[in-house]
């Protein structure tokens, strides 16, 4: 199965992740973002970051899990490449991991600067699999 396509936008891009898991369509969605952000094949796995976000419906708790991961990057300047879903409870409380190094110009070349996950036309939904659509401010 494939992880994830890029849905190309009139102003902004977005990704479509698909999972045979919610974990897994949470995880495919933020490695989907950082595809966008930077080639993944440059990054290390060099540090991992403990991620806990919490929210009352899964679309809004993915929305706190990519923008959690957003300002991690911004911050700490790091940039991901393997973002593991350890712990989903009630579709409201996830708990990760996240795997990446400090951005090292030299290697990783941007494509695109995410501001931020949006909520136009979020759906997280679930068929015969797992299916999730997210839209990123640029």
């Given at each position: 199965m494939k992880r994830f396509?890029?849905?190309?936008?009139?102003?902004?891009?977005?990704?479509?992740?698909?999972?045979k898991s919610l974990k897994e369509v949470f995880e495919n969605t933020a490695l989907g973002m950082f595809s966008l952000i930077v080639d993944p094949r440059t990054v290390r796995e060099r540090v991992c970051y403990d991620?806990?976000?919490?929210?009352?419906e899964k679309?809004?708790?993915?929305?706190?899990?990519?923008?959690?991961?957003?300002?991690?990057?911004?911050?700490?300047?790091?940039?991901?490449?393997?973002?593991k879903a350890l712990r989903?409870?009630?579709?409201?409380?996830l708990e990760a991991k996240a795997?990446?190094?400090?951005?090292?110009?030299?290697?990783?070349?941007f494509e695109i600067q995410i501001k931020g996950c949006t909520y136009?036309?979020?759906r997280v939904e679930k068929d015969k699999t797992w299916r999730?659509?997210?839209?990123?401010?640029v």
């Open positions: 396509d890029i849905l190309e936008h009139t102003a902004d891009v977005g990704i479509v992740a698909y999972g991620v806990r976000v919490e929210n009352e679309e809004d708790l993915l929305v706190e899990w990519l923008n959690e991961l957003l300002y991690i990057f911004e911050v700490n300047k790091v940039v991901f490449k393997k973002l989903l409870k009630d579709e409201r409380f795997c990446g190094e400090r951005i090292d110009l030299r290697r990783h070349q136009h036309e979020l999730a659509q997210v839209i990123f401010d």
